[in-house]
């Protein structure tokens, strides 16, 4: 019994290696941190430790650990490269002082949010999302600041509600079926109306984590105010192991089956996506408004989930690896800003006729981010909306119509909010000329970046080749 | 020992716990009330967890009911140490009248 | 029979405080009702064998939690008396709410068959779920042991840094 007990637990380990390098890692960061007062060093051994877990991260390692709790598929491996290569790039943010208590938390997120992508138990489930949640709420308050602690405590509360309100619906959907793997909770579930109201509660916590409406109200706060490298990891990864999950419960309890669930789903989509792009047009703080408009991609992204087979997984793997991208990206344009001080789109005036490198690789990005030609956001969203129009042939579904309607009306209008950054940039004037210069190495990091979003628009097939391999999960 | 009594009963009880703490968070002006109101819930969840893990033989619903207690602690610890922050620079714990961030 | 007895009485040791939580506007008596709530609950855990629950229930949450809590309190308001009072908000609104919610939920649990088919635990559960943590749970208490970890690093350091 207990041989038998640890070769379990030796097996869980083995598929849940990524992780176990992660904790490793950033237990030697804590305790160096003791030890040593250098930030370089913080720097070097968090990008150690994600470099040991990118290398133990395999694609084609797939399997579910004995007792169930464990499953592993090739979208999670391939999500948790995505999180370890795009998580690298922090250390390149130039910045302040950081502690190494900054570095562990933002290892633990990217450790929890892997364990969401690999966890097919509830309370798996259940924890991996609350270590995330709770790193996220603590590292919001890191910016030490009155408007960073308010961020901080109005996410926290919104977030407590919303998992106190997810491990209810829990409890229901225990007590109707017995059982706390997903796979035996399907069979086992005794459907009536109550079931609906377990599995609403369930899904509005994985809503709030990818910040879909009626959970989106912590977004802009806490982008505006959270550190900018925290959110440039907070904006991706826990994002979208959120997604990658919610598919996962999707699929699982087969309610994509059920056309109510789709209707709904489908109008909270749209009411996000709207909400998201009307929301930016009003704003004139250059990291809300890219909250904002981080609410509009998540809510662009949500109907991959709606889709079924091939198509929806190939549109969902390139739209998340592209937004990852430029969204590392814009985040650290906007940290290399705020070394200027500019934190409104107003005090931009004429700074890209002073540094035109520097205004174009931002206007590039903004590109990107809209998804015009020559980037990469673009080959994403043409992705995205010809899935949605093949997946509108086929079910024929109004609802599916007027999302893709939407879609396309927010990269009209996503026009109008990201291009008042190039705008004042260039055809502002200057009061005084500003003083100082970009750090070099954030500017080849950037150029490294622009680079990636117009080579993939020119040569697809590499993303294509990876978003290949997940054809044989069954999307 | 519990038959006596029909799971409705413990299933009422959760509920009005449960809504009880949504009133809460609704109705009170304070964030303490507010994390009142969250661990209310809380234990709105523990109480049906251990009651239907009565029934299962993987005891999963007890085990999950001390996992979600010691990630309350967790919870409340973090929100204290954020609301003494707040409380250094705003001299108040009313989220109502935190409303620097509006648009 | 003594069973069901007790379950009413721990049920009414659990409701009332929770009534005045919802009455009263001050803080601190609200968080020390709450204390007996959980004493309530606690209550009903040894009568659903879950002895173990309840002995956590006690030490984390009516030991820890509510003195957390009570910390909190004393140290950001500063008046006696006056500081905790707060006031209310959307009362007719919240109550309403919360009141229709109760009552459709409730519909609704009516309707609905739970997994209840009484199974005999052998043994002793203490055992039972000491070897579950190492066994089963592994992975979720370890990682449980991360967050603890986590949440103790994040807010001492944000307690250290205002305090200087």
Same mark, same amino acid.
């Given at each position: 019994? @207990?041989?038998?007990? =640890?070769?379990?637990?030796?097996?869980?380990?083995?598929?849940?290696?990524?992780?176990?390098?992660?904790?490793?890692?950033?237990?030697?960061?804590?305790?160096?941190? @003791?030890?040593?007062?250098?930030?370089?060093?913080?720097?070097?051994?968090?990008?150690?430790?994600?470099?040991?877990?990118?290398?133990?991260?395999?694609?084609?390692?797939?399997?579910?650990?004995?007792?169930?709790?464990?499953?592993?598929?090739?979208?999670?491996?391939?999500?948790?490269?995505?999180?370890?290569?795009?998580?690298?790039?922090?250390?390149?943010?130039?910045? /302040?002082?950081?502690?190494?208590?900054?570095?562990?938390?933002?290892?633990?997120?990217?450790?929890?949010?892997?364990?969401?992508?690999?966890?097919?138990?509830?309370? =798996?489930?259940?924890?991996?999302?609350?270590?995330?949640?709770?790193?996220?709420?603590?590292?919001?308050?890191?910016?030490?600041?009155?408007?960073?602690?308010?961020?901080?405590?109005?996410?926290?509360? #919104?977030?407590?509600?919303?998992?106190?309100?997810?491990?209810?619906?829990?409890?229901?959907?225990?007590?109707?079926?017995?059982?706390?793997?997903?796979?035996? @909770?399907?069979?086992?579930?005794?459907?009536?109306?109550?079931?609906?109201?377990?599995?609403?509660?369930?899904?509005?916590?994985?809503? #709030?984590?990818?910040?879909?409406?009626?959970?989106?109200?912590?977004?802009?706060?806490?982008?505006?105010?959270?550190?900018?490298?925290?959110?440039?990891?907070?904006?991706?990864?826990?994002?979208?192991?959120?997604?990658?999950?919610?598919?996962?419960?999707?699929?699982?309890?087969?309610?994509?089956?059920?056309?109510?669930?789709?209707?709904?789903?489908?109008?909270?989509?749209?009411?996000?996506?709207?909400?998201?792009?009307?929301?930016?047009?009003?704003?004139?703080? $250059?990291?809300?408004?890219?909250?904002?408009?981080?609410?509009?991609?998540?809510?662009?992204?949500?109907? /991959?989930?709606?889709?079924?087979?091939?198509?929806?997984?190939?549109?969902?793997?390139?739209?998340?690896?592209?937004?990852?991208?430029?969204? @590392?990206?814009?985040?650290?344009?906007?940290?290399?800003?705020?070394?200027?001080?500019?934190?409104?789109?107003?005090?931009?005036?004429?700074?890209?006729?002073?540094?035109?490198?520097?205004?174009?690789?931002?206007? =590039?990005?903004?590109?990107?981010?809209?998804?015009?030609?020559?980037?990469?956001?673009?080959?994403?969203?043409?992705?995205?909306?010809?899935?949605?129009?093949?997946?509108?042939?086929?079910?024929?579904?109004?609802?599916?119509?007027?999302?893709?309607?939407?879609?396309?009306?927010?990269?009209?209008?996503?026009?109008?909010?990201?291009?008042?950054?190039?705008?004042?940039?260039?055809?502002?004037?200057?009061?005084?000329?500003?003083?100082?210069?970009?750090?070099?190495?954030?500017?080849?990091?950037?150029?490294?970046?622009? $680079?990636?979003?117009?080579?993939?628009?020119?040569?697809?097939?590499?993303?294509?080749?990876?978003?290949?391999?997940?054809?044989?999960?069954?999307? | 020992?519990?038959?006596?009594?029909?799971?409705?009963?413990?299933?009422?009880?959760?509920?009005? %716990?449960?809504?009880?703490?949504?009133?809460?968070?609704?109705?009170?002006?304070?964030?303490?009330?507010?994390?009142?109101?969250?661990?209310?819930?809380?234990?709105?969840?523990?109480?049906?967890?251990?009651?239907?893990?009565?029934?299962?033989?993987?005891?999963?619903?007890?085990?999950?009911?001390?996992?979600?207690?010691?990630?309350?602690?967790?919870?409340?610890?973090?929100?204290?140490? %954020?609301?003494?922050?707040?409380?250094?620079?705003?001299?108040?714990?009313?989220?109502?009248?935190?409303?620097?961030?509006?648009? | 029979?003594?069973?069901?007895?007790?379950?009413?009485?721990?049920?009414?040791?659990?409701?009332?405080?929770?009534?005045?939580?919802?009455?009263?506007?001050?803080?601190?008596?609200?968080?020390?009702?709450?204390?007996?709530?959980?004493?309530?609950?606690?209550?009903?855990?040894?009568?659903?064998?879950?002895?173990?629950?309840?002995?956590?229930?006690?030490?984390?949450?009516?030991?820890?939690?509510?003195?957390?809590?009570?910390?909190?309190?004393?140290?950001?308001?500063?008046?006696?008396?006056?500081?905790?009072?707060?006031?209310?908000?959307?009362?007719?609104?919240?109550?309403?709410?919360?009141?229709?919610?109760?009552?459709?939920?409730?519909?609704?649990?009516?309707?609905?068959?739970?997994?209840?088919?009484?199974?005999?635990?052998?043994?002793?559960?203490?055992?039972?779920?000491?070897?579950?943590?190492?066994?089963?749970?592994?992975?979720?208490?370890?990682?449980?042991?991360?967050?603890?970890?986590?949440?103790?690093?994040?807010?001492?350091?944000?307690?250290?840094?205002?305090?200087?």
């Amino acid at each position: 019994m @207990m041989e038998l007990s =640890l070769q379990h637990v030796i097996e869980e380990l083995t598929l849940l290696r990524f992780e176990t390098a992660l904790i490793v890692g950033s237990l030697v960061l804590l305790t160096a941190g @003791m030890l040593s007062k250098d930030e370089v060093t913080y720097k070097v051994l968090f990008s150690i430790t994600l470099l040991i877990s990118l290398f133990l991260a395999d694609v084609r390692d797939i399997g579910t650990s004995t007792s169930g709790a464990i499953s592993i598929d090739s979208l999670s491996g391939i999500l948790k490269i995505l999180f370890a290569f795009i998580s690298l790039w922090i250390v390149f943010f130039h910045s /302040t002082f950081r502690r190494y208590e900054h570095y562990f938390l933002l290892l633990s997120i990217v450790l929890g949010s892997s364990l969401m992508l690999s966890a097919n138990h509830l309370l =798996l489930f259940y924890i991996a999302i609350e270590l995330t949640s709770l790193s996220s709420y603590l590292i919001t308050g890191f910016s030490f600041s009155r408007k960073g602690y308010e961020a901080a405590i109005k996410y926290l509360l #919104f977030g407590g509600v919303s998992s106190a309100i997810m491990i209810y619906g829990i409890s229901i959907l225990y007590g109707l079926s017995g059982s706390m793997l997903i796979s035996d @909770m399907v069979i086992n579930v005794q459907a009536g109306p109550f079931y609906h109201v377990g599995m609403i509660c369930l899904l509005g916590g994985l809503f #709030f984590k990818v910040g879909l409406v009626p959970y989106h109200f912590w977004v802009p706060s806490t982008y505006q105010e959270a550190p900018t490298d925290a959110v440039a990891i907070l904006s991706i990864v826990p994002k979208i192991a959120g997604f990658a999950l919610l598919h996962r419960v999707l699929i699982s309890f087969e309610l994509l089956s059920d056309p109510i669930y789709r209707q709904v789903i489908a109008v909270l989509g749209i009411a996000t996506v709207l909400m998201g792009t009307f929301g930016a047009l009003r704003q004139d703080n $250059i990291k809300r408004m890219i909250a904002y408009g981080a609410i509009a991609h998540s809510g662009l992204v949500l109907p /991959t989930l709606l889709i079924q087979g091939e198509q929806g997984g190939l549109a969902f793997v390139w739209y998340v690896t592209i937004y990852a991208i430029m969204t @590392m990206a814009i985040f650290m344009i906007a940290s290399m800003y705020e070394d200027f001080g500019i934190k409104d789109v107003k005090d931009m005036k004429g700074i890209g006729i002073q540094f035109p490198v520097m205004g174009a690789l931002t206007l =590039l990005i903004l590109v990107a981010q809209i998804g015009l030609p020559p980037t990469a956001g673009f080959t994403a969203k043409f992705y995205l909306f010809s899935s949605i129009w093949n997946e509108y042939q086929a079910s024929g579904a109004t609802i599916i119509l007027i999302y893709l309607i939407v879609g396309l009306l927010s990269v009209v209008l996503a026009l109008f909010y990201y291009l008042k950054i190039p705008f004042h940039s260039f055809l502002g004037t200057a009061e005084s000329p500003y003083f100082g210069n970009f750090s070099i190495i954030s500017r080849s990091v950037v150029t490294i970046f622009t $680079i990636m979003v117009l080579w993939i628009f020119l040569s697809p097939e590499f993303l294509n080749k990876i978003a290949f391999n997940i054809n044989f999960i069954g999307w | 020992m519990m038959e006596a009594i029909s799971p409705t009963y413990f299933v009422f009880l959760s509920l009005f %716990i449960f809504c009880a703490g949504i009133a809460i968070i609704i109705i009170k002006r304070s964030a303490i009330f507010v994390l009142i109101g969250i661990e209310l819930m809380l234990n709105a969840a523990n109480l049906n967890l251990v009651y239907f893990s009565q029934y299962d033989p993987g005891m999963n619903g007890l085990m999950t009911s001390v996992f979600v207690v010691v990630l309350a602690a967790a919870e409340v610890a973090i929100a204290l140490a %954020i609301l003494l922050n707040i409380f250094k620079h705003y001299k108040i714990t009313d989220p109502d009248e935190l409303t620097s961030l509006k648009n | 029979m003594i069973a069901s007895i007790l379950t009413y009485i721990f049920t009414a040791i659990t409701i009332a405080p929770i009534v005045y939580i919802l009455i009263t506007k001050n803080v601190i008596r609200a968080v020390f009702s709450l204390a007996f709530s959980f004493l309530g609950l606690s209550g009903l855990y040894v009568l659903m064998n879950a002895e173990f629950m309840a002995v956590v229930q006690l030490l984390i949450y009516a030991g820890g939690i509510i003195v957390l809590m009570v910390f909190g309190l004393m140290l950001t308001k500063t008046t006696l008396n006056k500081g905790f009072i707060t006031q209310h908000r959307s009362l007719f609104f919240g109550s309403l709410v919360s009141f229709l919610l109760f009552i459709s939920l409730a519909a609704l649990a009516t309707r609905s068959g739970f997994k209840v088919g009484f199974t005999e635990h052998a043994g002793d559960p203490v055992a039972q779920i000491g070897q579950l943590f190492l066994t089963d749970f592994i992975i979720a208490f370890e990682v449980v042991a991360f967050l603890l970890l986590v949440a103790l690093v994040g807010a001492s350091y944000l307690a250290k840094k205002s305090g200087e």
